[in-house]
């Protein structure tokens, strides 16, 4: 499995934006889908956005659709979530993870990923 290390969460106000990073290492990144799954307090981990293999093919959440946007960088072993127009309700522990897979396509499934990053906290206020 690779590893994966979260940074650029923080304190911001509503409506305005961050940039999370996710640095991978330790096995060959274009062999892994990505994709970020957050948790709110008390409630259950949610699917964020997830990326395929190479990047190209992309899928989000209907919550974030819109506002964020993953990308993956498979030259440096990256995956970013760019969050813009940020809410409240956004104001989570956000997850980097991992799905090594053979196919061209997207997880939509918190469950379907197998390896995740420590998370990273992200507060929005009002």
């Known amino acids: 499995q690779v590893q994966l290390v979260e940074s650029g969460g923080g304190l911001v106000q509503a409506g305005g934006s961050l940039r999370l990073s996710c640095a991978a290492s330790?096995?060959?990144?274009?062999?892994?889908?990505m994709g970020w799954v957050r948790q709110a307090p008390g409630k259950e981990r949610e699917f964020v956005a997830g990326?395929?293999?190479?990047?190209?093919?992309?899928t989000y959440a209907t919550s974030v659709k819109g506002r964020f946007t993953i990308s993956k960088d498979n030259a440096k072993n990256t995956v970013y979530l760019q969050m813009s127009s940020l809410k409240p309700e956004d104001t989570a522990v956000y997850f980097c993870?991992?799905?090594?897979?053979?196919?061209?396509?997207?997880?939509?499934?918190?469950?379907?990923?197998?390896?995740w990053g420590q998370g990273t906290q992200v507060t929005v206020s009002s």
């Open positions: 330790g096995r060959t990144f274009s062999n892994y889908a």
């Open positions: 990326s395929s293999r190479s990047g190209v093919t992309t």
């Open positions: 993870a991992s799905r090594a897979t053979t196919y061209t396509r997207t997880y939509r499934q918190a469950g379907e990923y197998g390896n």
